[in-house]
């Protein structure tokens, strides 16, 4: 079959803008109160954070978004982020996404977006901790 010109894009398919917000906001509830991962929240402005992350994940899944924030890797490497909670935060992500019935390819389709900022993110001394 040929191209089709009106293809939904992946923010288009979740639901836009209102899905998006409400997938931070619960996806970040789980991030914070996660005891291996939220100390990094700890004294984070959450009130600037939201909004950068609502629009970095706009961005990510092809929405009419740009991300205005500063470069990840210059946010995450100073913190020594390991693949471990990296691992952890997209294992709440996927979480956040099932519970707002976001289809399963779409899942697969964010995870793999997500990952692909995972070197920006992670900065580990060793590996294979």
Do not use: C
């Amino acid at each position: 079959m040929g191209f089709q010109a009106h293809e939904k894009s992946l923010y288009e398919r979740i639901g836009g803008a209102d899905a998006v917000e409400k997938l931070i906001e619960s996806f970040y509830a789980k991030v914070i109160a996660d005891p291996e991962i939220g100390y990094y929240f700890t004294h984070v402005p959450m009130g600037k954070l939201i909004p950068m992350q609502r629009e970095f994940f706009a961005m990510a899944t092809g929405g009419p978004v740009l991300y205005s924030g500063r470069p990840l890797s210059e946010i995450h490497h100073p913190l020594a982020i390991s693949r471990r909670e990296f691992l952890r935060f997209t294992e709440h992500l996927i979480e956040t996404l099932q519970e707002l019935g976001i289809d399963e390819q779409d899942v697969y389709e964010i995870i793999a977006k997500i990952n692909l900022y995972a070197d920006e993110i992670t900065n580990e001394a060793t590996y294979g901790d």
